[in-house]
């Protein structure tokens, strides 16, 4: 069975930056997987930051940026915010009209 | 404005069933892929569904299969998910999303689906 993966939780200082990956239990992510990534806090739905690998959506900050680091997709926050302290989640195109979610990840602004 | 609204989430009984309507504006919906996707609560999001532009082409994960069906009106633009065999497994927050390239660019508020007796 295919699962995604991501780190369960990360934490970052005010200014810092983080980056965070999205992986396969076996197997390699690429940009045909058209990995993308989302940002959810807590009662809201879901805001879409990153589309096919690197394009940002409309209205999100350059301090977001996708990209794939050796066998992984990436987000990459460059001078975190207090209000980017969310769960993110990233999202893959397995093909044959198939996406899979990753667990999550919980970052922290401390 | 470009918006999806999402209505028909409740509480039902295991084993009822419930309908999920998505209505769309502000996009040209006859040639957008549409997606549903839902958070049990406490719990991260899973993709359920999605249907082509001209709904001739729909997916289901593996968990949904067999007892959701997705369809779409496209003179109305909407998209629905038709839920039987609902179980406690199913209680969510199921939310549309329009597709773009292979991701999800809008999404909706969500609704909610209680499945208990």
């Known amino acids: 069975q295919t699962v995604v993966t991501q780190e369960p939780s990360f934490s970052v200082s005010p200014g810092g930056t983080v980056t965070l990956t999205c992986g396969l239990n076996s197997g390699s992510v690429s940009s045909s997987y058209y990995p993308s990534w989302y940002q959810q806090t807590p009662g809201q739905a879901p805001r879409t930051l990153i589309h096919?690998?690197?394009t940002r959506s409309s209205g999100v900050p350059d301090r977001f940026s996708g990209s794939i680091l050796g066998n992984k997709a990436a987000l990459t926050i460059t001078g975190a915010q207090a209000d980017d302290e969310s769960d993110y989640y990233c999202v893959l195109y397995m093909g044959s009209g198939i996406w899979l979610f990753g667990g999550g990840t919980k970052l922290t602004v401390l | 404005e470009v918006q999806l609204v999402e209505s028909g989430g409740g509480l039902v009984q295991p084993g009822g069933s419930l309908r999920l309507s998505c209505a769309a504006s502000?996009?040209?919906?006859?040639?957008?892929?549409m997606h549903w996707v839902r958070q049990a609560p406490g719990k991260g999001l899973v993709w359920v569904s999605h249907?082509?532009?001209?709904?001739?082409?729909?997916t289901y994960a593996d968990s949904v299969k067999g007892r959701f069906t997705i369809s779409r009106d496209n003179a109305k633009n909407t998209v629905h998910l038709q839920m039987n065999s609902l179980g406690a497994e199913d209680t969510a927050v199921y939310y549309c999303?329009?597709?773009?390239?292979?991701?999800?660019?809008?999404w909706g508020q969500g609704t909610l689906v209680t499945v208990s007796s």
């Open positions: 096919t690998t690197s």
């Open positions: 999303a329009s597709d773009g390239g292979h991701s999800f660019v809008l």
């Open positions: 502000g996009l040209t919906f006859t040639n957008t892929w």
């Open positions: 249907i082509n532009n001209d709904g001739s082409f729909t």
